[in-house]
RNA sequence: GGGCGGUUAGCUCAGCUGGUAGAGCGCCACGUUUACACCGUGGAUGUCGGGAGUUCGAGCCUCUCACCGCCCACCA
């Protein structure tokens, strides 16, 4: 006996347990011999991460086509694992260490600080994995990979060092976006520049050896300018021609800056003349390139102004009091601090003009934003991202690879079409040390071992010699780029590689478009030749109330896991499928998820129904021998409701999916056919109660079957209860692939709902009380429907409330009239109706038709539409002119019959 | 500055290639029916952001305006 509500706690624990035990999630878990694959590599959450409602989102779709695919019969991997999330990690180890007062990562050096990250990670490793797991995620969990596990780890190894030989991995020094909390390069995309408001101060620079003549040029960052060596002005700017190949004297510093003629300067803009800060402004690196001015860096990694002792600074200017000055007030201060001193300064001497208020952009470090990113002179490592990214666009272009939705794929291109230099490395400990090592003379050699570079550099110098390794880690991406081949066992040539890559679908939401979908394109199509997915499906960001991204540190996210307690992992699921439509935000309301619990519970009712009227499963019972009308319509309407949920899923369509699955199990399954078998069902054994049982059992099977992908706790619950052939989990079963049409029978049935739904809506609007049982005698009735009601006549009876039901030569006069299709229903119920009420009911219905009657007639008579639509429109159209028409006239009849025949 | 998306019932949102406006929740009325009150039956509510255009026909296509959101970008 089923407990009177679904307890998805106990239902979910369960029957995790049984797909455990029957090693269902494993790859090729009941695959058809010789099905083609179906693999997705899960988007690894970071191991010290916790579930939100976007995995959630996530996980669920990916679940859902795996499910589909798996009960298809297709040979399915759903490949799991996690990220080591670098930067993240890293900060949550020494925010640990600083609150339990341990000493720093600093003081307790690199080896001892990895051990702590690594306790870190065995430690909440597994939380993530066992959230997944509750949300009934069918990952092949034996195979959960790990970007710093040794398989992966030697991929990494193996890209770095062949990318470097083939010259697309190098070592530069140029600018970089540097945080200096974290005192490590970032890449461009790690950058979030945020509106502030801020100034524009513009600063007189006296020329050179021309007493009292001065150049203005504006800057929002005064304290860089002391790192200044040069100003540009257009080529063409009749203003400044004549000062091109001069010098102008750096203020406070006294160093002479070049006066250069550079495209980069806009005439429009401020004063015309731009200073150059080479070393601390990303166009001015590009200007002072170009024009080989000298680049000076004014800050340690921690963004304090170093001028004492820096030779960079000091290089090429005279001793003087100002410097002298300028060195006693500045050295040693932060930014911030730096830029006031460096405006009163230049105050004090009379050479700030003005100071206009302005909103800038300031960069900053994404994870916490608080910290401002610093333009910073460095030595990195680069890949050569313009290159390997040509093939990538290439296939996209080509259709190899699809987005869906499509319009992603200009996003895509974008971004691709103007890719930079990708800076892949970062000064931090936790994640891939690069295999680099240097020489006594700073030379590199890059390899796959510190043996093999050792090899390398003997032979280099002739001589066994010492070599450094280089401290740094890569990024994060790096190692994520190649989650779908390194998952997979590469560099070596294992069974499932061959098998599973390139994988079929790729499920992500489009803030890693860039981050992490680009570049696995990039390293699939250069390291396996092929496009690493063909599909790419992207799906909408989870927001909070206000619409706002979620984030820890935001502390806006929603607990998944809440909700799971609260109202279960199937109606956390369904609902974020059934809101997963190809848009941009969803944003979750907790009301749908409780009406998603509500459906099943629905279903759940529905097989209480059926273990009630021992409606069992009856093996190789085919609903195409049944005689019944219902039976024959409610297979019809089965045929028809999984061809919808799978052209949807197949679609990526998983709101479609969702609504269809909906609609038909409550408001067709058990609205209407439950209630319609009722009859047969308490009624006399015999063969037409034992088809219903067995249909019911069957539409119920084949139910539980569609919705498994999107509740399949629940569905697999209820598959084993059901049943007592000890048959396998539903999991592993077929997906219904049906084909029954009897589209007669659906008609029939139709019709029936419409007739029992007239007479419910005039009785409820005429205040009939509920119970009242009624006569109804029809008229008018064609050949058809006069079967048809005879057919039913204990249904309509039953389900409109009626003692009897009978035809009649013509309505009855001063009585309730319902028109549908060509026959009047009429109850006769004098003096229980208010005879104002139906004649104002009628007038209000007459008046509704004629109005659809009188667009229908425009249309028709209109020449242009009769000459241009296409015939099939018309057609529809005179179809409904005529059954307006007709509708209307029969109904005009039943008004002018209200008046008792007096 | 460039790009993308949104504006549909009180709320949250669906409406694929143009052909009679939908769902869930909420709301109102009524509760006959032993699967279900996490329920049943019935009901109300929309000049589909404004304007113009294309079309026989526009929520859907084009242009334009307004507001909202996001992404990208080196304008001192």
Redesign the pocket.
């Known amino acids: 006996m089923l407990d009177?509500?679904?307890d998805a706690a106990a239902v979910e624990t369960r029957v995790s347990a049984v797909w455990d035990e029957a090693e269902a999630f494993k790859a090729g878990a009941g695959a058809k011999p010789g099905a083609a694959p179906y693999s997705i590599v899960i988007p690894p959450p970071n191991v010290t991460g916790s579930l939100h409602i976007g995995h959630a989102l996530n996980n669920t779709l990916q679940d859902v086509l795996v499910r589909f695919e798996r009960m298809r019969g297709r040979d399915v991997l759903w490949q799991p694992g996690m990220d080591h999330a670098g930067i993240a990690t890293q900060m949550v180890v020494e925010r640990q260490l600083m609150e339990r007062q341990e000493p720093g990562r600093r003081e307790i050096g690199r080896e001892k600080f990895l051990e702590k990250v690594w306790a870190w990670k065995d430690e909440s490793g597994g939380l993530i994995i066992n959230q997944l797991k509750r949300l009934g995620c069918s990952c092949d969990w034996s195979r959960e990979r790990f970007t710093m596990d040794e398989g992966l780890s030697k991929a990494v190894t193996k890209v770095f060092v062949e990318l470097y030989r083939e010259k697309l991995i190098y070592r530069d020094k140029r600018l970089v976006n540097w945080d200096p909390t974290l005192q490590t390069a970032v890449s461009?995309?790690e950058?979030?520049?945020i509106?502030m408001q801020g100034h524009?101060w513009h600063f007189k620079y006296p020329i050179e050896g021309e007493e009292g003549r001065s150049i203005v040029?504006?800057?929002?960052?005064p304290e860089t300018m002391l790192g200044d060596t040069g100003i540009?002005v257009h080529p063409e700017d009749e203003r400044y021609k004549d000062l091109i190949g001069k010098y102008a004297i750096l203020p406070l510093v006294g160093r002479r800056l070049r006066i250069v003629g550079d495209e980069?300067?806009?005439?429009?803009?401020?004063?015309?003349?731009?200073?150059i800060t080479p070393a601390h402004?990303?166009?001015d690196f590009?200007v002072g390139k170009r024009q080989d001015l000298p680049m000076v860096n004014l800050f340690d990694t921690e963004a304090n102004v170093v001028l004492e002792g820096n030779a960079e600074f000091l290089d090429g200017v005279a001793e003087s009091d100002d410097l002298k000055a300028t060195i006693a007030t500045i050295n040693g201060l932060d930014r911030f601090t730096a830029r006031k001193r460096v405006v009163a300064m230049m105050e004090e001497k009379g050479l700030l003009e003005k100071v206009e208020e302005?909103p800038?952009?300031v960069p900053h470090d994404e994870k916490s934003k608080t910290t401002v990113i610093e333009p910073y002179l460095t030595d990195q490592w680069y890949a050569d991202a313009k290159t390997l990214a040509q093939p990538a666009i290439a296939s996209v272009r080509e259709g190899r690879t699809t987005f869906i939705p499509k319009?992603w794929e200009?996003?895509y291109f974008?971004?691709m079409e103007?890719i930079?230099p990708w800076c892949i490395s970062r000064q931090l400990w936790w994640g891939h040390q690069i295999p680099a090592w240097y020489g006594p003379d700073g030379k590199v050699f890059v390899a796959y071992s510190e043996d093999e570079a050792r090899a390398e550099a003997a032979t280099h110098y002739g001589e066994a010699t010492d070599l450094t390794r280089d401290e740094d880690v890569l990024d994060t991406w790096f190692s994520s780029a190649l989650w779908p081949f390194s998952t997979l066992g590469w560099p070596d040539e294992t069974p499932e590689l061959e098998r599973y890559y390139p994988t079929t679908a790729l499920v992500t939401g489009?803030?890693i478009i860039?981050f992490w979908v680009a570049r696995m394109m990039m390293t699939g199509l250069h390291f396996m030749g092929k496009e690493p997915f063909s599909d790419v499906y992207i799906h909408?960001l989870v927001r909070d109330e206000k619409?706002?991204?979620m984030s820890k540190t935001k502390g806006n996210v929603i607990d998944p896991i809440v909700l799971i307690d609260e109202y279960g992992a199937d109606a956390l699921r369904f609902t974020l499928a059934a809101?997963a439509?190809?848009?941009?935000?969803?944003?979750?309301?907790t009301?749908?998820v409780?009406?998603?619990?509500?459906?099943?519970?629905?279903l759940w009712?529905?097989a209480?129904?059926a273990e009630?009227?021992e409606c069992k499963r009856v093996g190789g019972f085919d609903p195409a021998t049944a005689k019944e009308t219902l039976n024959r319509w409610i297979a019809t309407e089965t045929t028809r409701a999984a061809t919808a949920v799978t052209g949807a899923i197949e679609a990526y369509?998983f709101?479609?999916a969702a609504?269809a699955l909906?609609?038909f199990t409550?408001?067709l399954y058990?609205?209407?056919y439950?209630?319609f078998s009722?009859p047969v069902l308490n009624g006399e054994d015999g063969p037409a109660k034992t088809e219903t049982r067995a249909t019911v059992a069957w539409v119920l099977d084949r139910i539980i079957s569609l919705l498994h992908p999107f509740m399949p706790f629940l569905t697999e619950e209820l598959w084993a209860r059901e049943g007592d052939e000890g048959r396998t989990a539903l999991m592993l079963n077929a997906w219904p692939d049906l084909g029954f049409e009897d589209s007669d029978a659906a008609d029939e049935i139709n019709w029936l709902i419409e007739t029992?739904?007239a007479v419910?809506?005039v009785?409820?609007?005429m205040?009939v009380?509920?119970?009242a049982m009624i006569e109804l005698a029809v008229s008018g009735a064609a050949f058809t429907t006069a079967a048809r009601l005879q057919s039913h006549n204990v249904l309509i009876r039953r389900l409109a409330?009626a003692e009897s039901l009978t035809l009649a030569h013509a309505p009855r006069a001063g009585a309730l009239q319902i028109v549908v299709g060509e026959a009047t229903f009429s109850m006769p119920l004098e003096g229980v109706i208010d005879i104002d009420a139906e004649r104002a009911r009628l007038l209000r219905e007459i008046d509704k038709i004629a109005k659809?009657v009188g667009k229908i007639e425009a249309?028709l008579a209109?020449e242009?539409?009769m000459?241009?639509?296409?015939e099939e429109?018309i057609e529809?159209q005179r179809e409904?002119l005529a059954e307006a028409a007709a509708l209307k006239a029969k109904t005009e009849a039943a008004l002018a019959r209200l008046e008792p025949a007096a």
Not at 217 to 221: C, D, L, Q, Y
Not at 264 to 275: F, I, Y
Not at 594 to 602: H, I, L, P, V
């Open positions: 009177k509500t679904f461009d995309l950058v979030e520049n509106e524009l040029v504006a800057t929002t960052r540009a980069h300067a806009d005439p429009e803009t401020g004063s015309g003349a731009v200073k402004d990303f166009n590009e302005k800038v952009m319009n200009k996003t974008e971004w103007n930079r489009f803030d860039f909408a619409g706002a991204k809101m439509a190809q848009g941009r935000d969803i944003k979750l309301a009301a749908r409780e009406g998603y619990r509500n459906f099943a519970t629905k009712n529905a209480r129904f009630h009227y369509r709101n479609d609504a909906y609609r409550w408001n058990c609205d209407w439950l209630e009722k029992i739904s419910r809506s009785r409820s609007e205040n009380p509920a119970g409330r659809d249309k209109n242009k539409f000459a241009k639509a296409p429109v529809e409904r």
